[in-house]
Nanobody, 122 residues
């Protein structure tokens, strides 16, 4: 059974940094991409970033491309999201998800973490 457990997050000031971690267990042949989504109050859940465990290929939403870095550690079965130059608009609940390249990017993957709060103060 695939399980995702997020950690990290919390409160940061604008311009600061935070790191999120997603611990993954029970990966299968159809769960080789892990990604992050976020959902701010009153807004739809949106794609943030994704990484392919096998190839190391990464992808970012435009708002994350120059500020966030995603990485995977197969030995630890974790995916990290390093967030720098944070802005108040980055405030949201961040979710880890796992699936294929397409299902992760479209938000259609079957497996999701419970979410973790990130709050950026101005």
């Amino acid at each position: 059974q695939v399980q995702l457990i997020e950690s990290g997050g919390g409160l940061a000031q604008a311009g600061g940094s935070l790191s999120l971690s997603c611990e993954v267990s029970g990966r299968t042949s159809n769960t080789y991409v892990t990604g992050w989504f976020r959902q701010a109050p009153g807004k739809v859940r949106e794609f943030v970033s994704a990484v392919n465990w096998s190839s190391g290929k990464t992808d970012y939403a435009d708002f994350a491309r120059d500020r966030f870095t995603i990485s995977s550690d197969s030995a630890k079965n974790t995916v990290a999201l390093q967030m720098n130059s944070l802005k108040p608009e980055d405030t949201a609940v961040y979710y880890c998800t796992i699936g294929t390249w397409i299902t992760v990017h479209t938000g259609a993957a079957d497996y999701w973490g419970q979410g973790i709060q990130v709050t950026v103060s101005s």
